[in-house]
């Protein structure tokens, strides 16, 4: 969840009440957490397991396995979120394992846009240049550029780093949360550097860890499109429907946070000074579940998209997920039907 920020400038003012109409809210945050992290588990386990161990590796193997990863790291870290939640944002597992799951948490989720982005990246050039695909496109390439994903995310990742602590209230509660008392003494100069260092951090995340991936795939998609268009072959989709099922998943479960955390951004001085917008705090968390169950979606996807549904009970479940993970041989040739995109079975 996203820390709280009610006790950054002091570790002393406590946290807000929570309103009585909050508790659906807050029990059904928890249900969906609980079911992230069951299947989110199981299901990118299973997938790093196939794509991992049981598949002969290709760039798209790698680009899944990543993202598998990135998930499966992700909701290995909700139980610490889970008892969190449940103890009213408290913390009761110290400071180590504060700054260490958020660190987690933040890498993982960055790095699954991004990875998302270089897949859709990935399937343009095929495309477009599958000439220089089929002659240069190779696993070690790709090992090589997708570091950058995982770098970034990294970066992205470092007010966490820094600023992310445990402070305590003056009733012994311990809070995870961003602090800033080693940066002033008074309220006033710990508030000059908050606020700037606040709204940056949503700024850049809003703008390089959503916008910017989103906008890359948008683009992708219409150079795609675009090519579909000129051939003729508006209704033969089944190369694009892991890619489409997986990026529209992460946009319908991540644009409620991302607008809610932009709004917080946006309103941050308001709410730290003046006290307006609280409202802002009820969203948060059913916002963030719903964010954080994209994680557990992926695996399902790879399987159920575009197969019949007696056809997947048929077949079990490592090997409907090799199929789907799989890319065709002629994945470079200049064929709308040979995108180098996984295989789904017949349409």
């Not at 006790?7 to 609980?34: K, Y």
């Not at 496109?137 to 007010?159: I, M, Q």
Request: aromatic share 12%; proline share 5%.
């Amino acid at each position: 969840m996203e820390p709280n920020f009610s006790i950054l400038l002091n570790g002393s003012m406590g946290m807000p009440s929570t309103p009585q109409d909050s508790t659906v809210l807050w029990v059904l945050s928890l249900a969906v957490l609980a079911v992230t992290f069951v299947l989110g588990v199981l299901g990118n386990g299973l997938v790093v397991w196939v794509a991992g161990f049981r598949m002969a590796r290709s760039v798209t193997t790698l680009c899944y396995l990543n993202l598998a990863v990135a998930d499966l790291s992700f909701t290995s870290t909700l139980p610490f979120l889970i008892v969190s939640v449940a103890m009213k944002e408290r913390w009761p597992f110290g400071w180590f394992l504060c700054k260490f799951v958020h660190i987690v948490v933040d890498v993982n989720l960055f790095g699954s846009v991004f990875l998302i982005a270089f897949i859709a990246l990935d399937r343009c050039v095929c495309v477009l240049h599958p000439i220089w695909a089929q002659n240069s496109r190779s696993v070690g390439l790709a090992r090589k550029v997708l570091v950058a994903p995982w770098v970034l995310a990294l970066v992205l990742t470092l007010p966490v780093i820094i600023f992310l602590t445990t402070v305590s209230d003056p009733a012994g509660n311990v809070y995870c949360t961003f602090s800033f008392r080693a940066w002033g003494d008074t309220r006033e100069d710990r508030l000059r550097v908050a606020i700037p260092v606040l709204k940056a951090r949503g700024a850049i995340r809003f703008l390089v860890g959503f916008s910017a991936p989103m906008a890359v795939v948008a683009v992708c998609y219409g150079l795609l499109a675009a090519r579909i268009h000129r051939r003729g072959l508006l209704t033969s989709n089944r190369p694009l429907r892991v890619l489409t099922a997986v990026v529209a998943s992460f946009f319908i479960c991540w644009f409620p946070f991302q607008l809610v955390a932009l709004l917080d951004t946006i309103w941050l001085k308001e709410r730290l000074l003046e006290g307006k917008y609280q409202s802002l705090e009820l969203l948060i968390n059913p916002t963030s579940a719903l964010a954080f169950f994209n994680s557990c979606l992926n695996p399902m996807l790879y399987v159920f998209v575009g197969q019949d549904f007696r056809e997947r009970l048929i077949h079990s479940l490592p090997t409907s997920l090799e199929r789907a993970l799989s890319e065709d041989s002629a994945q470079t040739n200049d064929k709308v039907t040979d995108f180098g995109l996984p295989s789904l079975g017949t349409d």
